[in-house]
């Protein structure tokens, strides 16, 4: 069970790098890395920048048509979220708090862009 575990936080950390590399080019950002390590240690220090990458990678998440499952385990598995918990002692119901929001709405987007499934019944 443990082994899962290591495995799907893993694979959720390596898309999370592979979304926010393109969302930090969105931005208009520099060069942040290429490595989770390399966007924890920056976000670390610049938590508002950890924020704003975690919107960015929320929308590269979306144009990329994954699921609000997998965006929920890209938030909780964002550099951002893990340095407030295991760098700054940040309480897991204040980064709960701050990542309920953003899945809630990355849902409703999401769900207003599918199409609903008795009209594309209809249609074949």
Known sequence: MIDVQIELRK???KR???LAQAAHQDLGW???GSTYEDYYAIVSLYPDMGQTLDQGVLLEALIQG???EQACALIAQSPYVQSQLNTHDQALSLMSAYGMPLINNYAQVFQAQEPPLANSLSRS
């Open 30 to 32: 520099q060069y942040l």
């Open 11 to 13: 694979t959720a950390r």
């Open 66 to 68: 994954e699921t609000p």
């Open 16 to 18: 999370y790098v592979e």
